[in-house]
T-cell receptor
């Protein structure tokens, strides 16, 4: 499995954009980048995923570098409710089997303050 | 909004008891997962299933067992609970297509006395 590296913690002011970086230098060509978050030990919540192109949905934007070795999750207008642990995960589909495995690391603790 | 449910949400039980944690999803997903997470720690995959009658052990060794008799149901059983089993157990499901978007339930917090 490709591994990811994230900063352990980040702060952001409410209303400002939160930019969460992730390095995944060993990502292979068919692996997706996923972002999940976990609020106060609830079940993790899917945010967004991408393969090569930048992606945007109602929650966030995902910017993937051209070499795919890093990505940034952008929360455009962070609120207090966005305080959570954010996980950057590279999805592994080993050998084209039907099993897709997600390995959750330590993630980044994002604290949004007033 | 994901339709995946776990019961009970909280369970306090004595050592040696048999327990079953329930997980159900109404999305028709083929793949289901159980994760274990201690407070402040990483999630670890303990079991997964490709579909009915398919179960596999995950990355973290667990004394629990699972079954998958119906697509929508993936219960986890501990035959004899011990204090070391105290943890949060999270169930998830996914469509099982190429990209892996997993939907999580709210979790069961287990305390074994």
């Amino acid at each position: 499995d490709a591994k990811t590296t994230q900063p352990p913690s980040m702060d952001c002011a409410e209303g400002r954009a939160a930019n969460l970086p992730c390095n995944h230098s060993t990502i292979s060509g068919n692996e997706y980048v996923y972002w999940y978050r976990q609020i106060h030990s609830q079940g993790p919540q899917y945010i967004i995923h991408g393969l090569k192109n930048n992606e945007t949905n109602e929650m966030a934007s995902l910017i993937i570098t051209e070499d795919r070795k890093s990505s940034t999750l952008i929360l455009p207008h962070a609120t207090l409710r966005d305080t959570a642990v954010y996980y950057c995960i590279v999805g592994s589909n080993a050998g084209g089997t039907s099993y897709g495995k997600l390995t959750f690391g330590q993630g980044t603790i994002l604290t949004v303050h007033p | 909004e994901a339709d995946i449910y776990q019961t009970p949400r909280y369970l306090v039980i004595g050592t040696g008891k048999k327990i079953t944690l329930e997980c159900s999803q109404t999305m028709g997903h083929d793949k289901m997962y159980w994760y274990q997470q201690d407070p402040g720690m990483e999630l670890h995959l303990i079991h997964y299933s490709y579909g009915v009658n398919s179960t596999e052990k995950g990355d973290l060794s667990s004394e629990s067992t699972v079954s998958r008799i119906r697509t929508e149901h993936f219960p986890l059983t501990l035959e004899s609970a011990r204090p070391s089993h105290t943890s949060q157990y999270l169930c998830a499901s996914s469509e099982g297509l190429i990209q892996e978007t997993q939907y999580f339930g709210p979790g069961t917090r287990l305390l074994v006395l």
